[in-house]
């Protein structure tokens, strides 16, 4: 049975960082299409980034240029560093095999003053 686990989150001022982990079990991890969602209070759930097995990336438009999707197969993990943040980044951040079921618990992200 697939688990994700993540790790990471916390709180943070505007304009600080902080990098996600996400990591997997699973002999196969290098050929999963990885993905990271977020979901604030009272709103949907919304995908943030993706990385494929050859490493293209996607992003949602308001994180470009701020967050890096990463992804280090020896480790079967796949992480997400936060640069720039901004209150409205504030949200559970969940790790997902994409197009799967398979999701990690996940973790807090608070950004404030």
């Known amino acids: 049975q697939v688990q994700l686990v993540e790790s990471g989150g916390g709180l943070v001022q505007p304009g600080g960082s902080l990098r996600l982990s996400c990591a997997a079990s699973?002999?196969?991890?290098?050929?999963?299409?990885m993905a990271w969602y977020r979901q604030a209070p009272g709103k949907q759930r919304d995908l943030v980034a993706t990385?494929?097995?050859?490493?293209?990336?996607n992003y949602r438009d308001s994180v470009k240029g701020r967050f890096t999707i990463s992804r280090d197969n020896a480790k079967n993990t796949v992480y997400l560093q936060m640069n720039n943040l901004k209150p409205e980044d504030t949200a559970v951040y969940y790790c997902?095999?994409?197009?799967?079921?398979?999701w990690g618990q996940g973790t807090q992200v608070t950004v404030s003053s």
């Open positions: 997902n095999i994409r197009e799967t079921a398979v």
């Open positions: 699973g002999s196969i991890f290098k050929f999963w299409t």
């Open positions: 990385i494929a097995d050859g490493l293209h990336t």
